[in-house]
Nanobody, 123 residues
Framework: QVQLVESGGGLVQPGGSLRLSCAAS????????MGWFRQGPGKEREFVAF????????SYEDSVKGRFTISRDNAKKMVYLQMNSLKSEDTAIYYC????????????????WGQGTQVTVSS
């Protein structure tokens, strides 16, 4: 069983930066691939970024490539999402989750969702 708690969201102006954190419980965290997803107003939940259990493999949704960076610290049981050059279309609730297998891009392949953290990009 894994519990996830996201934090670090807030209100930021376009072009600004935020760093989201995902704190995990559970002894086997270091074995889990992790993902970040987001759900904007009136939209379905969508993939943002993926990181393998070792941190050696990452993947990003096309619109965030070059702006967002996913990382992890297994000793601290943390996953991070550094978000730079934020745009209004990045406004959403951001969630972290544990991948149980299959495509890294599909919501259905993830379990143990956190409660999410709100990111609002607005001037």
């Amino acid at each position: 069983q894994v519990q996830l708690v996201e934090s670090g969201g807030g209100l930021v102006q376009p072009g600004g930066s935020l760093r989201l954190s995902c704190a995990a419980s559970g002894r086997t965290f270091s074995r889990y691939d992790m993902g970040w997803f987001r759900q904007g107003p009136g939209k379905e939940r969508e993939f943002v970024a993926f990181i393998s259990w070792s941190g050696g493999s990452t993947s990003y949704e096309d619109s965030v490539k070059g702006r967002f960076t996913i990382s992890r610290d297994n000793a601290k049981k943390m996953v991070y999402l550094q978000m730079n050059s934020l745009k209004s279309e990045d406004t959403a609730i951001y969630y972290c989750a544990v991948r149980r297998g299959g495509s890294v891009y599909a919501v259905v392949n993830y379990d143990y969702w956190g409660q999410g953290t709100q990111v609002t990009v607005s001037s």
